[in-house]
């Protein structure tokens, strides 16, 4: 993670969730980036570049190969959605998690495709004019 020094010039390693002080994180906070981690790979698509999505998830592998790719995709989507719903509660002013992998990775993948929730467009909505090249 990192090292860090303090005034009297001892080094510390530093841990995760350490302010950079080494006082951690508050509980919530590290509780709510443990449960979008989660999240985050519950949708994760480990292979992009190959015609079928290779999901990291083994429930969501599961309904691939039972009910097919179109089924997974459908139900990713709404995963997403929902996922989405719980980050907004966990992004706060006072916690800013919008750099987190489950934003840069998933909802900006999601977005231009409009597969957000409507409130993550805003006001507008989605339009699908705003995402041409």
Known sequence: ????????????????????????????EIARDIILKALYRAVRIEDKDTSWASYSDPFLHEVENDWGTAKAKAVRKLMVKYIYRIFEKYHTKGFDMSGHEIVTEVFHEAEPRGEMP????????????????
């Open 1 to 28: 993670m990192g090292e860090y020094a303090t005034l009297r010039e001892k080094w510390y390693a530093q841990k995760r969730y350490d302010l950079g002080n080494n006082k951690p994180y508050s509980n919530s």
């Open 118 to 133: 409507s409130a993550y467009y805003g006001p507008g909505g989605y339009n699908a004019d705003n995402y041409k090249d």
